[in-house]
């Protein structure tokens, strides 16, 4: 197999990442979005190198019919990420962050550049459940990168730390719960997003 350039693992990563988490790999227009590409033509072509490496297959311009047959073959980059404390995953809560160490991460498996600015919070609580977030996950986030409607996010909503969806509607910012006993929340004053997630590492069973 040709080795692959840094932008093309960290696309086959994303494709990874979205299909691990939504069970389906994500559209053209989901990989353009997500690297920031002007055209669907720029995504179109690193899935077409990747299909020519050897990594990926699936029916021409069908996104959603790729699936990654060589993953084990692409080049490994671990970094520590930071773990910067707990987020409420149930009502929000005023938290100040402290470091706890950190964790290894493939950065291909997030799909992000070696520069992104990344981060990770404990889970605690099960408003996220509908999302597959569940207390005591890890939540790996990126720093800096443009929030879009639905997006798991850690924010600050009037000063009060949570880890919801973001909803972006007519002009208008507010977070949703994915467990039906909690309400939405809408800012009264001020919504800060700290970071979009990319990632989710599970806790550990028994």
């Not at 197999?1 to 494709?15: A, H, K, S």
């Not at 899935?47 to 699936?67: C, D, E, S």
């Not at 919070?121 to 996220?128: A, F, K, N, P, Q």
């Amino acid at each position: 197999m040709n080795e692959l350039t840094q932008r093309q693992r960290e696309v086959l990563g994303f494709i990874q990442s979205t299909q691990s988490r939504l069970g389906a790999p994500p559209t053209l227009r989901e990989i353009a979005g997500h690297f920031g590409f002007r055209s669907l033509t720029a995504a179109a072509d690193h899935v077409r190198a990747l299909r020519h490496k050897g990594v990926l297959t699936g029916p021409p311009r069908r996104a959603r019919g790729l699936r990654v047959v060589s993953a084990a073959k692409t080049r490994r980059v671990m970094v520590e990420i930071p773990i910067y404390g707990a987020i409420s995953a149930g009502f929000a809560q005023d938290r100040q962050q402290e470091t706890k160490g950190c964790v290894p991460v493939d950065l291909a498996s997030l799909g992000i550049p070696s520069t992104a600015r990344t981060f990770a919070l404990e889970v605690h609580g099960d408003s996220m459940i509908g999302r597959h977030i569940m207390d005591g996950d890890l939540v790996i986030l990126e720093h800096g990168m443009n929030p879009r409607n639905g997006d798991v996010v850690a924010a600050l909503i009037d000063n009060e730390s949570t880890l919801k969806t973001l909803v972006m509607e007519r002009g208008k910012s507010w977070l949703r719960a994915e467990n039906p006993k909690y309400p939405l929340l809408t800012p009264a004053q001020e919504l800060v997003i700290q970071g979009v997630m990319v990632a989710l590492i599970r806790k550990r069973q028994g």
